[in-house]
């Protein structure tokens, strides 16, 4: 059997490009689909319950913003936004709370310091130190730290994965073992070794493979807890990213251990946000199923 981490040798550096390397896809992503979701964003952070520019640590981008629902036993969704590491804000994402807001959810989007100013090592550090803070300071943001669900998209979703291999009491014998309820893994990045040998984002992220191997779920970071999961992908997105998914449902799914994987139709890799925040998508019911509402 074919072992799927060595999938991709033999492959060039402009073949891995052309899997990994998104926005050359996207000719419209900075005329359309970054200024919708700007605009969208705006509006949620004018009529929505919200607190911004949480410190969390001492990074730069160390803050998040907190949009409360007015039920602080409600969920908590926390999400991590992608940009391969390297790009991106968690300003850019507040309309994903829009929906989940207002059907009774908290919302804590969490920003983070960005490669080459951080490592991908200080990136995974600094997404714990988040959740640490949020757990530990539930009561301040007025949120239910009982029931936290961590969602991430893209570099996101590799983030979200990492969070679900934490062993959290290593880090304070006060936080639980399972201080995240359930996971959602939205087109991530299990392995990193094929993202390290492209040309156009290794530049920035400055991984060796050392570096890839350790922070990579598929090889390092098994779930640390049997939370469920779910892992979604876009029906359009590349053949990379479906394997990236498939692969990390195959390995860590157990009889104990529920992770189910969910392929949003006909969109790519930045159109399933937006049909993510459709209340009468199917990708939006199962967000909620997995936060434990009926959607």
């Known amino acids: 059997m074919t072992n799927p981490l060595k999938?991709?040798?033999?492959?060039?550096?402009?073949?891995?490009?052309?899997?990994?390397?998104?926005r050359a896809g996207r000719p419209d992503y900075e005329e359309t689909v970054i200024p919708n979701w700007i605009a969208d964003s705006q509006s949620a952070r004018d009529n929505l319950d919200c607190t911004l520019d949480v410190r969390?640590?001492?990074?730069?981008?160390?803050?998040?913003?907190?949009?409360?629902?007015?039920?602080n036993k409600?969920?908590?969704l926390i999400w991590i936004h992608g940009g391969y590491w390297q790009r991106g804000d968690k300003s850019i994402y507040s309309f994903l709370a829009t929906p989940?807001?207002?059907?009774?959810?908290?919302?804590?989007?969490?920003?983070?310091?960005?490669?080459?100013?951080?490592?991908m090592s200080?990136?995974?550090?600094?997404?714990?130190?988040?959740?640490?803070?949020?757990?530990?300071?539930?009561k301040s943001l007025d949120i239910n730290r009982?029931?936290?669900?961590?969602?991430?998209?893209?570099?996101?979703?590799?983030?979200?994965?990492?969070?679900?291999?934490?062993?959290?009491?290593?880090?304070?014998?006060?936080?639980?073992?399972?201080?995240?309820k359930a996971g959602i893994p939205v087109s991530p990045l299990s392995y990193l070794e094929p993202v390290r040998l492209t040309l156009a984002l290794n530049a920035n992220l400055q991984m060796d493979a050392e570096e890839a191997d350790l922070e990579s779920p598929m090889t390092n970071h098994p779930p640390f807890t049997n939370a469920p999961q779910l892992v979604v992908v876009g029906g359009a997105e590349?053949?990379?990213?479906?394997?990236?998914s498939q692969m990390y449902v195959?390995?860590?799914?157990?009889?104990?251990?529920?992770?189910?994987?969910?392929?949003?139709?006909?969109?790519?890799?930045?159109?399933e946000l937006n049909v993510l925040v459709d209340t009468e998508s199917l990708f939006y019911q199962k967000t909620c199923t997995m936060l434990g509402l009926k959607g």
């Not at 590349?238 to 990236?244: D, G, I, N």
Request: proline residues 5%; charged residues 25%; glycine residues 8%.
């Open 7 to 22: 999938f991709h040798e033999g492959n060039s550096p402009e073949w891995f490009d052309s899997e990994y390397n998104l």
């Open 146 to 180: 009982d029931k936290i669900c961590v969602m991430g998209h893209s570099a996101g979703g590799h983030l979200t994965q990492m969070m679900m291999a934490t062993d959290w009491p290593a880090r304070n014998p006060e936080f639980p073992v399972d201080i995240i």
């Open 74 to 76: 409600a969920p908590t």
């Open 56 to 71: 969390y640590a001492d990074g730069d981008k160390q803050k998040l913003d907190v949009f409360r629902c007015g039920d």
């Open 100 to 119: 989940f807001v207002n059907n009774g959810v908290n919302v804590i989007v969490v920003g983070y310091d960005l490669c080459p100013t951080v490592s």
């Open 122 to 138: 200080r990136i995974s550090e600094e997404l714990r130190e988040a959740i640490g803070f949020i757990w530990g300071n539930n």
């Open 238 to 244: 590349t053949f990379e990213f479906h394997r990236q």
């Open 250 to 271: 195959n390995r860590y799914t157990s009889s104990k251990r529920q992770i189910d994987m969910y392929v949003v139709p006909g969109v790519d890799h930045f159109d």
